[in-house]
Nanobody, 127 residues
Framework: VQLQASGGGLAQPGGSLRLSCAVS????????MAWFRKAPGNEREYVGN??????????NFADSVQGRFTISRDSAKNALYLQMNNLKVEDTAVYYC???????????????????WGQGTQVTVSS
């Protein structure tokens, strides 16, 4: 299984970025996938996830990004996306995409819930 995150860069406060996570070896729509981030000196932090729900999907986000970030996927490209709007300086971090091989019967917000990780992409928000 390989996850390749991309799309990071420099944005101004209030700006937007879209991160991509290309997946090989697993079908994105069949697994719970998430975005985490890690800022210098901080623990790895849950950002949000997308999971199977009935015949579709559902998303969940950390309070710190709720209403500003969205997660989507493209089944044809087998990729997951993180759309980040109204960026704040405190969003500066390395962002990681992750895939959970096992589905758990609870909200999966812990890094230990996810078995496969991308290499991370740097997001810097600064004026």
């Amino acid at each position: 299984v390989q996850l390749q995150a991309s799309g990071g860069g420099l944005a101004q406060p209030g700006g937007s970025l879209r991160l991509s996570c290309a997946v090989s070896g697993r079908t994105v729509s069949r697994y719970t996938m998430a975005w985490f981030r890690k800022a210098p000196g901080n623990e790895r932090e849950y950002v949000g996830n997308m999971r199977r729900s009935g015949s579709g999907s559902a998303t969940n986000f950390a309070d710190s990004v709720q209403g500003r970030f969205t997660i989507s996927r493209d089944s044809a490209k087998n990729a997951l996306y993180l759309q980040m709007n109204n960026l704040k300086v405190e969003d500066t971090a390395v962002y990681y995409c992750a895939l959970a091989e096992r589905h758990l019967a609870r909200l999966m917000t812990r890094a230990s819930d996810y078995s496969d990780w991308g290499q991370g992409t740097q997001v810097t928000v600064s004026s």
